[in-house]
């Protein structure tokens, strides 16, 4: 994330602003529009992945039995945790059709390293998610990424969200142009391209020197 990229440019004694630069997680863009489902949250992440399990853990036990909506589970080892109010899935063939029709992603994290990429599933498909300040780190503020780490919180907020379809919609909206503004593959990638060439024009003035 580019808070890592601060550390490392603000603790590293060799920094230097020609050999690193900070480039975000990226994925491509999708078409899908909607999200207006009254039944549909979804949880998606690997569960064999010790924080992803202990958000499973957390959703099954705190806030599905408080919530009157189906969450719907996708993922490797997911099937583990179904319960009356879970649809749990395990591995999908095709997860868009899913996620066409998810309003609320959920990513209640409470350890691990580095950006969510389930947060980047949800911006790319113009989902607005639930997280915690962890699971929201290295993500620009906004209001599509809701934080709340009072876990008996979440249960009023779907609520509120599920019952509301404009503001819904709203984040929706806000989602998406987040995730193409930040993170959509085809504006980032040129960053990468670049680089290499600069490294590609500097390499016979650094055999030379070498030699």
Known sequence: SRDDYTSVRETWPDYDERRYMWMPVSRPATNIIGHNKPDSIGYIGNMSYAPNAEGAQIIRDTIAPLCNYKITFIGRGSEDY???????????DDIEPILANMAIGLAPILQGSGMKIKNLTYLSHGIPLITTALGARGFPESEAIIIEDNFARWPSIIHRLMTNGEERRRLSKI????????FDIENTVHRLIAQYQVAVDRYPKRKAKLL
Request: hydrophobic share 45%; glycine share 10%; charged share 10%.
């Open 175 to 182: 989602a998406s142009r987040l995730f193409a503004e930040h």
């Open 82 to 92: 179904g319960s009356p109010s879970i649809n749990a899935l395990g591995m999908v």
